[in-house]
């Protein structure tokens, strides 16, 4: 099992910077992954889709960098979460893949809603 955790960091004008960090059984790294707001909006419809009906895939694009951030459900609820943080082109970056459930794409979407709040 793994976890990955979206804190909103800024928003300048229409771009939503969030923190992110990324635990798997071995490895953690953090990184910014940034995207616009009516590409977050997108990405909530699309999460909270998959939550109800438990099945599908999505995957994300930060706007500054080859990052990117996959969800996809396999069965029973079940998910994987993969994808690359810190940009391949810096020395060191995180490419990472864990098994969770449901529950963790719950919280993601609570925390990308809020960040359009602010």
Known sequence: MGSIIFEHNYTIEDY?????????ERF?????????????????SKLNEMYNRLE???QLDNYDSNDFILFEFIKLG???????IGGSYNKQYLIYHFKTDQTALRAIIANFRNAINV
């Open 56 to 58: 599908g895939a999505y």
């Open 16 to 24: 939503i910077t969030f923190k992110v960090k990324v635990e798997t």
């Open 28 to 44: 953690s790294g953090g990184s910014s992954f940034c995207i616009s707001s009516s590409v977050l909006e997108k990405a909530i």
């Open 78 to 84: 079940h998910m994987n979460i993969s994808g690359q």
